[in-house]
Nanobody, 120 residues
Framework: QVQLVESGGGLVQPGGSLRLSCAAS????????MSWYRQAPGKERELVAA????????NYADSVKGRFTISRDNAKNTVYLQMNSLKPEDTAVYYC?????????????WGQGTQVTVSS
């Protein structure tokens, strides 16, 4: 079955770094656009970063541009989010997402999330 398993979250001080990983299985990873979303308490889930299936194109939320980097390793079925210069407002549950659309169907999968807390 489809699985997206996030790891790498935790507690970090402002200005620190974390690297999130999302290990995928159960589908053809290299055919999917992969994204990271986050949801802070009392707020809607928002897109943080996305990377196309071959990794040729990325996009970022304005709030994380220049600080976060999304990458993927299709040989390892894994997508990463390197987060630098973390701020308290980055505190949220971070979710991995896989999406693929064909003419007839749209496939969309979510991980369970990993907590990131930025606090001194």
């Amino acid at each position: 079955q489809v699985q997206l398993v996030e790891s790498g979250g935790g507690l970090v001080q402002p200005g620190g770094s974390l690297r999130l990983s999302c290990a995928a299985s159960g589908f053809t990873f290299s055919s999917y656009t992969m994204s990271w979303y986050r949801q802070a308490p009392g707020k809607e889930r928002e897109l943080v970063a996305a990377i196309t299936s071959a990794g040729g194109s990325t996009n970022y939320a304005d709030s994380v541009k220049g600080r976060f980097t999304i990458s993927r390793d299709n040989a390892k079925n894994t997508v990463y989010l390197q987060m630098n210069s973390l701020k308290p407002e980055d505190t949220a549950v971070y979710y991995c997402n896989a999406e693929r659309a064909t003419i007839y169907l749209k496939y969309n999968y979510w991980g369970q999330g990993t907590q990131v807390t930025v606090s001194s």
